[in-house]
């Protein structure tokens, strides 16, 4: 398991918690549920997450 920290949630969570943390490490970014963070997480290959941030922002993954 990589080093993770920085962990943050989404400013657009609204402080509800029904959001996602994300932490970022030397090679790979983690992911976890903010309401249970003990729960594990999953971790992702850096340059991964990119192409997934970069597919949400150019809407690759828009309906419709």
Same mark, same amino acid.
């Given at each position: 398991?990589?080093? /993770?920290? =920085?962990?943050?949630?989404?400013?657009?969570? +609204?402080? +509800?918690? +029904?959001?996602?943390? !994300?932490? %970022?490490?030397?090679?790979?970014?983690? !992911?976890?549920?903010? *309401?249970?963070?003990?729960?594990?997480? /999953?971790? /992702?290959?850096?340059?991964?997450? *990119?192409?997934?941030? =970069?597919?949400? *922002?150019?809407?690759? %993954?828009? +309906? =419709?």
């Amino acid at each position: 398991m990589a080093h /993770i920290s =920085g962990w943050r949630t989404s400013s657009r969570s +609204q402080g +509800q918690g +029904q959001c996602v943390e !994300v932490g %970022f490490g030397s090679d790979h970014v983690g !992911v976890r549920d903010t *309401k249970n963070r003990g729960a594990g997480r /999953i971790e /992702i290959a850096s340059q991964l997450w *990119k192409d997934f941030v =970069g597919g949400l *922002k150019s809407g690759r %993954f828009d +309906q =419709g």
